[in-house]
């Protein structure tokens, strides 16, 4: 199974910075690397798929870039709503597998 | 708009079985594949499997291949998973997830299951 590190675990910030929130994955993916944001409570919410593509309806803030086995999720001046858990996800290969995630929280 | 909506939380005993339901409504049902993830309190993602309503195949994790069925109902849009056997580590929360080329998920509210005597 192709494993995704996420790092690092926890990231605090302050509103107002830019972040990058890494995810490496055990071998080769190409870019079919999704990135997700859940909240307490909540089912994850697709921010960005296939490693670098925007999905309507969210921000423009958050970005994605990176192929093969390195990805990261880039956040522009974070905002307060953005704090939460982050993972990422390979559908490369089955089975699909997750991140550990990154839990972003307030400084 | 495209939803998945999933059944209630359930109780379950140890030993017994549960299905679950996700029905799915906004979109053509057989266009996308149905995935199922487990999320356990604290814990991360695991992918369970998925299922082609259009024609019934199915993949699964080898981890839950002796512990899940998935079936889907295409005349009520309808994906299901039953859990057998169950014991606490089942005690989860339960997603289903449409996916269109078997890639980025579109996710339901999630159910969440109690294994308890």
């Known amino acids: 199974d192709i494993v995704l590190t996420q790092s690092p675990a926890t990231l605090s910030v302050t509103p107002g910075d830019s972040v990058s929130l890494s995810c490496r994955a055990s071998?080769?993916?190409?870019?079919?690397l999704h990135w997700y944001q859940q909240k307490s409570h909540e089912s994850p919410r697709l921010l960005i798929k296939?490693?670098?593509q925007s999905i309507s309806g969210i921000p423009s803030r958050f970005s994605g870039s990176g192929s093969g086995t390195d990805f990261t999720l880039s956040i522009n001046s974070v905002e307060t709503e953005d704090f939460g858990m982050y993972f990422c996800?390979?559908?490369?290969?089955?089975?699909?597998?997750f991140g550990g995630g990154t839990k972003l929280e307030i400084k | 708009q495209v939803q998945l909506q999933q059944s209630a939380a359930e109780l379950a005993r140890p030993g017994a079985s549960v299905k679950m339901s996700c029905k799915a409504s906004?979109?053509?049902?057989?266009?996308?594949?149905m995935h199922w993830v487990k999320q356990r309190p604290g814990q991360g993602l695991e992918w369970i499997g998925y299922?082609?309503?259009?024609?019934?195949?199915?993949e699964y994790n080898q981890k839950f291949k002796d512990k899940t069925t998935l079936t889907a109902d295409k005349s009520s849009s309808t994906a299901y998973m039953q859990l057998s056997s169950l014991t606490s580590e089942d005690s989860a929360v339960y997603y289903c997830?449409?996916?269109?080329?078997?890639?980025?998920?579109?996710w339901g509210q999630g159910t969440t299951l109690t294994v308890s005597s």
């Open positions: 997830a449409r996916s269109e080329e078997n890639g980025n998920y579109d």
């Open positions: 906004g979109y053509t049902f057989t266009s996308y594949t």
């Open positions: 299922i082609n309503p259009s024609s019934g195949y199915t």
């Open positions: 071998q080769s993916i190409s870019n079919n």
């Open positions: 296939y490693a670098s």
């Open positions: 996800q390979q559908s490369n290969s089955w089975p699909h597998t």
